[in-house]
T-cell receptor
Framework: GNSVTQMEGPVTLSEEAFLTINCTYTATGYPSLFWYVQYPGEGLQLLLKATKADDKGSNKGFEATYRKETTSFHLEKGSVQVSDSAVYFCALLAGSRGNTPLVFGKGTRLSVIA | DGGITQSPKYLFRKEGQNVTLSCEQNLNHDAMYWYRQDPGQGLRLIYYSQIVNDFQKGDIAEGYSVSREKKESFPLTVTSAQKNPTAFYLC???????????FGSGTQLSVL
């Protein structure tokens, strides 16, 4: 079946450090890939997405590239801020582009300290 | 403003009691979803509905029930058969042909 595997957290970084959160997937066909972010006590918000191989999604300084050959979609940011502290979820949408549910990874908690 | 609203934010359940979590959206979305979030487990799908008067079980449907009588509303009932209901519950919706999922702000359910 379809699945997403993320690196386990928590990840603790100092402000202005480089961030990488690894994400790999297993899916049939050509899924769309997403990163969602969850701030404390809130629901999830879409951070970025990529719909086909070699696409790069980017938003708020974060970026991720859809790598079909390695089935990966790693999240990166060059210089993190305290306000980036949150839980990050990698997700995929496989099969038809209808209303089938997204499949989420387990989430990676990021803490950024000043 | 359009959005998706969950209520209440906090809910307490007594032993043997059924409780219902509300989810309402005014985004005119066809599809709605319920997820359960436990620490370290990520999001697990409970039920989803692609259209009014229809819904499907997700990965962990046992002990839960839903209804979809109106497009705007997708309430989740946590029944007494759910022996470990303490979790953060998230409702989401998606428009037809779109990939972005919109989430509510969640309901934290605890057992007294």
């Amino acid at each position: 079946g379809n699945s997403v595997t993320q690196m386990e957290g928590p990840v603790t970084l100092s402000e202005e450090a480089f961030l990488t959160i690894n994400c790999t997937y297993t899916a049939t066909g050509y899924p769309s890939l997403f990163w969602y972010v969850q701030y404390p006590g809130e629901g999830l918000q879409l951070l970025l997405k990529a719909t086909k191989a070699d696409d790069k999604g980017s938003n708020k300084g974060f970026e991720a590239t859809y790598r079909k050959e390695t089935t990966s979609f790693h999240l990166e940011k060059g210089s993190v801020q305290v306000s980036d502290s949150a839980v990050y979820f990698c997700a995929l949408l496989a099969g038809s582009r209808g209303n089938t549910p997204l499949v989420f990874g387990k989430g990676t908690r990021l803490s950024v300290i000043a | 403003d359009g959005g998706i609203t969950q209520s209440p934010k906090y809910l307490f359940r007594k032993e043997g009691q059924n409780v219902t979590l509300s989810c309402e959206q005014n985004l005119n979305h066809d599809a709605m979803y319920w997820y359960r979030q436990d620490p370290g487990q990520g999001l697990r799908l409970i039920y989803y509905s692609q259209i009014v008067n229809d819904f499907q079980k997700g990965d962990i449907a046992e002990g839960y029930s839903v209804s979809r009588e109106k497009k705007e509303s997708f309430p989740l009932t946590v029944t007494s058969a759910q022996k470990n209901p303490t979790a953060f519950y998230l409702c989401a919706s998606k428009g037809q042909g779109y990939e972005k999922l919109f989430f509510g702000s969640g309901t934290q359910l605890s057992v007294l």
